[in-house]
């Protein structure tokens, strides 16, 4: 069992059907059979085209974008010279462009420091909202590891401000 070959090697298998002929001449057939191309051949030189066909269409794109540019600077250098009013507003657009310049810059950042120094100005703290942070963050002190032990003083604490903006929304409305 196992020493000899289950198949005999024998010349390769040709089908012969039993139909009539497909109307295919010998011929072609022989000339099929015997070429060297094969599908892998056909699917390279194929893919070949393809790349050619690519690679023409992006030059000729190419060239079509250049000359499109090409027209266009020639356009913009035939327009006649503007006179000084449009050269002022040119030059107040390229002043746009390329921003503010150093002195204004600084003008700007110390007009809004004065505006800030203005608003500084804070009130002290109601004596309820004071003590019930105070408690907030001496729970929270004592319970390092434990935050959510301190609920009863967070919501004591969300209880005054909500009456501080309460009183200041009657305020600005009346």
Do not use: Y
């Amino acid at each position: 069992m196992g020493s000899s070959a289950s198949k005999q090697d024998s010349a390769p298998h040709v089908w012969k059907g039993s139909a009539p002929p497909t109307g295919v001449s010998q011929h072609l057939v022989e000339s099929i059979e015997g070429s060297n191309e094969t599908d892998v051949s056909r699917l390279q030189a194929l893919e070949l085209h393809i790349q050619e066909r690519v690679a023409a269409e992006l030059k000729r794109l190419r060239a079509q974008e250049t000359e499109g540019l090409r027209e266009a600077q020639k356009k913009l250098s035939e327009l006649p010279a503007a006179d000084e009013d449009q050269q002022q507003d040119d030059s107040t657009h390229q002043r746009q462009l390329t921003g503010p310049t150093r002195h204004e810059v600084s003008k700007a950042i110390d007009d809004l420091r004065a505006k800030l120094e203005e608003r500084r100005q804070m009130r002290p703290l109601p004596e309820g909202v004071e003590r019930a942070r105070n408690e907030v963050t001496r729970c929270l002190r004592e319970n390092d590891r434990r935050p959510l032990n301190c609920w009863r003083e967070v919501e004591a604490f969300k209880e005054e401000v909500r009456r501080l903006e309460k009183g200041w929304v009657d305020k600005v409305v009346s």
